[in-house]
């Protein structure tokens, strides 16, 4: 069949794909898959998929820096121009074919991103100026505006060992609930059943999941322990101990703990080695938090300043002073890794911009002290304070507003203990004083997931779920590489050495500059001048002549002492006098 005929019965040209084609054909199915009709949402994505638009611009952009070729003669420009538009046949053939099959891979790309990307984030809107998003509550939303998979997510859980915590796992598939007085529990949040419980008999402050939902650590009173997903105890860590807080780095396979004595240590679990062990020399600490964008540990403390910890470095990387006079309570970072969210003693909630280490904004809690705070996927800053949750929309983060989002108040339940919103769903779970309450705040959640990452998949099997802890191990990264700034990791120096070496001189002299000189001692009888200092200094440095001069004034010391002319001259001489010769 040719290629006309394949044109006829597919006029479009997108079930046709340009293998083993000719040249005609293959620009032929270009030229269609070109003049069809899209929207502009649609052309901006082809044109991010499309190689040949790219190097098309690159090869513009070198054409039209002519600073190489002023170097060349006439006739090296003449060979270039011949080597460029040479009229090979065979090559123009196949640079054709290369052509549409680009162009088809990017259209391609594109359908399936607009495919797969279907579901779209959603907020609560106003219908006129007088309503507000904070009246409405979780019982009206559950029987008026939510369908029956997502009302079945708000819900109450009374326990009897409270208070409770509660963190989810990477997919948002499962959670974690741990009380206080040792229960510890294993919950399906998608199907909302119970996985596994048991009780470890004594206090748990926190707990977290490692790299999926079949191993967790829990904080203990003196050490740290892992468990399966069915309560076996697997390792007892007694580097991590007393423990306060607790978080995980996937993509380090480290743990990190922090507890009464004040230092932060690092357990690689893929090894089991302690990687290393900061001491913060601040007191104990109750709040760890990581940047998810550059895997930084943020620490608050009890003076209300909060420092940035790498294991790179055996000091903090930053300190910022929040609050003044008042401990850290709670602190949060959204997913960019640019913004964080500290919550004091004070009262106070402030916007920080990590990237110039400066308060944007602040907000004010009228009704207690903010005890626990996180950001959504989507920016939705979530705030639990007393008996009340408030969440603000995500332009309260980058700009100050005047109203929350939403409010939702929890009755006669004690002091919120923590709030964690769950990956990929709506759904925002608090443990307090009676157990675990789930709400649902609309727009909170990424609605697509990304399949290039591991175990961010909810629904996946055994095999995949170890295919994926495979990958995951042999993509590791070094715990080095953990910076401030993730760009300077694989980067080229571009200065020349003597740059290097002045900006090395510049750092070296900053660093001195506040060192005090050692005023020196001013000395009498002409020992401080100039000449006497250098002569001293020259004292101890010893060369061939300083040898030489010392070796002939010995020889003249023995050969004086050992004449007989100088004996009888002080045979002779009284002993009085001998001390004048």
Known sequence: MTGAEHAGEDPEGESMIARGMSATVAKQQHHTLRSKKRTSTDRS???????????????????????????????????????????????????????????????????????????????LE??????????????????????????????????????????????????????????????????????????????????TFLHNFSLMAVAQTNHTYIYDDTGTEIHKLNELSDPFALDFLP?????????????????????????????????????????????????????????????????????????????????????????????????????????????????FVPSGVATSLDISQRRVLGIGHATHTTFWSPEAITRKCKEPYMHHHIPSCGSIDTLRF???????????????????????????LDTTEYNLDPFQDKRQRREAEVRALLDK???????????????????????RQERLRDKQEQANAGKRTKKQKAKKRGRSKVQTQLRRKQRNVVDQQIIKLREAREKEKAGEVGSPEVRQSEDLTPKVLQRFI
Not at 87 to 103: I, M, N, P, S
Not at 135 to 152: C, G, I, M, Y
Not at 166 to 176: A, H, N, P, T, W
Not at 328 to 338: Q, T, V
């Open 126 to 207: 106003i219908e006129h100026e007088m309503e507000r998003t904070t009246s409405l509550s979780q019982v009206e939303l559950k029987r008026n505006h939510l369908d029956e998979q997502t009302a079945k997510q708000i819900y109450d859980l009374t326990l009897p060992y409270s208070p409770y915590g509660c963190k989810f796992d990477r997919s948002g598939r499962y959670s974690v609930l741990y009380g206080q007085r040792g229960h510890v529990a294993l919950m399906d949040s998608y199907h909302l059943n119970l996985h596994t419980e048991f009780n470890v008999n004594e206090r748990v402050r926190d707990a």
């Open 45 to 123: 994505l082809i044109a991010k998929y499309d190689d040949a638009t790219r190097e098309s611009e690159r090869l513009s952009r070198i054409e039209k820096d002519t600073s190489s070729s002023k170097k060349l003669d006439y006739y090296k420009k003449r060979a270039m121009d011949k080597r460029i538009y040479r009229k090979d046949k065979a090559v123009k053939a196949k640079l054709q074919v290369y052509k549409a099959k680009r162009f088809e891979a990017a259209v391609a790309a594109a359908d399936a991103q607009v495919i797969l990307h279907t579901e779209t984030p959603g907020m």
């Open 251 to 363: 993509y380090h396979w480290l743990l990190a703990g922090i507890g009464r004595s004040g230092h932060l240590k690092y357990q690689d679990t893929s090894t089991g080695q302690l990687v290393c062990s900061q001491t913060t020399k601040l007191g104990p600490c109750h709040v760890l938090r990581q940047n998810p964008s550059t895997a930084v540990m943020h620490l608050g403390h009890s003076n209300g300043t909060v420092t940035l910890w790498s294991p790179a470095c055996s000091k903090f990387l930053a300190k910022v002073l929040c609050h003044k006079g008042a401990p850290i309570a709670s602190l949060a970072i959204d997913l960019s890794g640019n913004y964080m969210v500290t919550g004091g003693a004070d009262r106070q909630i402030k916007i920080w911009d990590i990237r110039k280490f400066q308060c944007t904004h602040s907000y």
């Open 477 to 499: 990264l070094d715990p080095n590489m953990i910076t401030l700034d993730p760009s300077e990791i694989g980067g080229i120096e571009e200065s020349t050495p003597d740059v």
């Open 422 to 448: 769950r990956p990929f769903e709506d759904v925002c779970a608090v443990g307090h004083g009676k157990g675990i309450s789930s709400i649902v705040v609309p727009g909170s959640a990424e609605p697509n």
